[in-house]
């Protein structure tokens, strides 16, 4: 089946300690982008890649870094992991964009420790 | 930026019954509004949306209503059953700005 795949599905990292999350699909989508959610929060957008033009929000945290390689895969640096990072981590993918539907993966939780 | 107010924060339904949530959103350049269900510790799912173009899109139960002018949609769910229970979301997005913002959420649940 066509889906939005996240690993790992729990990840636990130290204070400061470099950690990387990753995404595919199989959807063949132009669009991924890259999710935080707090608990009983609403989402909210880090950045998104259409193709491969990075599109960064203005209020994500210079420690947010993303990769995307190939269409399938994008990733999401976080390079020194502080207590407030922890959270759940959603990958979505669309494919024409913002006005089209996002399909989410399950999301990777993370921990630090 | 786009800034999304969603009400009530949290409903109470007898099952059979109606429940409506409301949306507002500032950016009149927002043309794209889905509304995600999201059940405890899974992703959040489309349920339906409704485009710029279009005042009022219905899917069985489910029904979405845009007012461009006022800058408020809302979700209607006739006829609810107890799995309805979950959060959701409605967001705002915006091709022209390059933004997709969420509203708090609405955490409903459905009595039987």
């Known amino acids: 089946d066509a889906m939005v795949i996240q690993n790992p599905r729990y990840q636990v990292t130290q204070f400061g300690k470099p950690v990387t999350l990753s995404c595919s699909q199989t959807?063949?989508?132009?669009?991924m982008y890259w999710y935080q959610q707090k608990s009983s929060q609403a989402p909210k957008l880090l950045f998104h890649y259409y193709d491969k033009d990075f599109n960064n929000e203005a209020d994500t945290p210079d420690n947010f870094q993303s990769r995307r390689p190939n269409t399938s895969f994008c990733f999401l640096d976080i390079r020194s992991p502080g207590l407030g990072d922890a959270a759940m981590y959603l990958c979505?993918?669309?494919?024409?964009?913002?006005?089209?539907?996002?399909?989410f993966g399950p999301g990777t939780r993370l921990t630090v420790l | 930026g786009e800034n999304v107010e969603q009400h009530p924060s949290t409903l109470s339904v007898q099952e059979g019954d109606s429940a409506v949530i409301k949306c507002t959103y500032s950016?009149?350049?927002?043309?794209?509004f889905p509304w995600y269900k999201q059940e405890l510790g899974k992703r959040p799912q489309l349920i339906i949306d409704i485009r710029s173009n279009v005042g009022e899109k219905k899917d069985q139960r489910i029904a979405v209503t845009l007012n461009k002018t006022a800058k408020h949609f809302s979700l209607h769910i006739t006829e609810t059953q107890p799995e309805d229970s979950a959060v959701y979301f409605c967001?705002?997005?915006?091709?022209?700005?390059?933004?997709?913002?969420f509203g708090d959420g609405t955490t409903l649940t459905v009595k039987p």
């Open positions: 967001a705002a997005s915006s091709t022209n700005a390059g933004k997709s913002t």
């Open positions: 979505a993918t669309s494919r024409l964009g913002l006005r089209d539907t996002q399909y």
């Open positions: 950016d009149s350049a927002s043309n794209y």
């Open positions: 959807l063949n989508h132009n669009v």
